[in-house]
């Protein structure tokens, strides 16, 4: 079966640095979306990877290394405002999404 | 309005009654899609429309209708629904829904209650 695995809840202070790791297994991939959705809102595309290697867009970076089925999301300079849940994403074989259960990340001052 | 607008966002039914969710783009699409989210679960996709034709029902339970009479509107309508389908019900859409390259733009949901 298809499977995405992320942690289910990180705590981090803000103005320090946070990495969310996301493990998969699918049928063929094409490509690795992160969303950010903040509690009892739509979620909202952060990043989209589909080549080895980091993106960087901003204080959010995404890494994908797909001969291990892995990714992370790095957050830096963390914002009280960051506090949300962070959602992986894998397109497979039929570009068909497949997600994870998403990471609650809480913020403390 | 702008982006993906769902209403209502907030509906409670019994078991009995019957119901529509809608959803409207407005970024020119020609993809949309039913999820449901449930707590600490990830993402279920429902239905995928593309340019109005279903291509996409994965196996939901037939008391979920969907209807897509343009590109830019998706109903969900709703009948004879069960307690354990209380959930956020999502709307996305994306330019189309073959490219693997195309990120979905989602609304803010219709919180569901089943009495």
């Known amino acids: 079966g298809q499977n995405i695995d992320q942690p289910t809840e990180m705590t981090a202070t803000e103005g320090a640095i946070v990495q969310i790791n996301c493990t998969y297994q699918?049928?063929?991939?094409?490509?690795l979306f992160w969303y950010q959705q903040h509690a009892g809102e739509a979620p909202t595309f952060l990043s989209y990877?589909?080549l080895d290697g980091l993106e960087e867009k901003g204080r959010f970076s995404s890494f994908l290394s797909r001969s291990k089925g892995y990714s992370y999301l790095l957050l830096k300079e963390l914002q009280m405002k960051d506090s949300a849940s962070y959602l992986c994403?894998?397109?497979?074989?039929?570009?068909?999404?497949?997600w994870g259960a998403g990471t609650k990340l809480i913020i403390k001052p | 309005e702008t982006g993906v607008t769902q209403t209502p966002r907030h509906l409670v039914m019994g078991m009995t009654n019957k119901k529509s969710l809608k959803c409207e783009q407005h970024l020119g699409h020609n993809a949309m899609y039913w999820y449901k989210q449930s707590a600490k679960k990830p993402l279920e996709l429902m239905f995928v429309?593309?340019?109005?034709?279903?291509?996409e029902n994965n196996s939901v339970p037939s008391r979920f209708s969907p209807e897509c009479p343009n590109s830019s509107h998706l109903f969900l309508h709703l009948h004879t629904l069960q307690p354990e389908d209380s959930a956020l019900y999502l709307c996305?859409?994306?330019?189309?829904?073959?490219?693997?390259?195309?990120?979905?733009?989602f609304g803010p949901g219709t919180r569901l209650t089943v009495t």
């Open positions: 996305a859409s994306s330019p189309s829904g073959g490219d693997s390259s195309y990120e979905q733009y």
């Open positions: 429309y593309n340019f109005k034709e279903q291509t």
């Open positions: 699918t049928s063929g991939f094409n490509g």
């Open positions: 994403a894998v397109r497979d074989s039929n570009y068909q999404l497949i």
């Open positions: 990877n589909v």
